[in-house]
């Protein structure tokens, strides 16, 4: 069973930055999708950045420049470098895996399988 566990989040001033982690365990190796997801209190969820099992990374617009997702195969461990934060990039932020043999990534929530229990970014102005 693959397990998902984030930690990293926390209070900072808009301009801050934070750097969230993700311990993954369950997948076989290293070549399996992994990325992260937000929401904000009455929005849906939405995708953020993901790495797929052969390196390739891609970001949703917003964080673009300002985010950097990553990945250490020998720790099994999905980061989220976030720097220059908004107010609006408050929210919970989620770590999704997708099944153990998709290899690659979708930007759509209902693709992802494993869900960790997130944890909350907060950004003040």
């Known amino acids: 069973q693959v397990q998902l566990v984030e930690s990293g989040g926390g209070s900072v001033q808009a301009g801050g930055s934070l750097r969230l982690s993700c311990a993954a365990s369950g997948y076989s190796d290293s070549r399996y999708c992994v990325g992260w997801f937000r929401q904000a209190p009455g929005k849906e969820r939405e995708w953020v950045a993901h790495?797929?099992?052969?390196?390739?990374?891609s970001y949703a617009d917003s964080v673009k420049g300002r985010f950097t997702i990553s990945k250490d195969n020998a720790k099994n461990t999905l980061y989220l470098q976030m720097t220059s934060l908004k107010p609006e990039d408050t929210a919970m932020y989620y770590c999704a895996g997708r099944g153990r043999w998709d290899q690659y990534c979708s930007s759509r929530t209902d693709s992802y399988v494993y869900w960790g229990q997130g944890t909350q970014v907060t950004v003040s102005s």
């Open positions: 790495i797929d099992g052969y390196g390739g990374i």
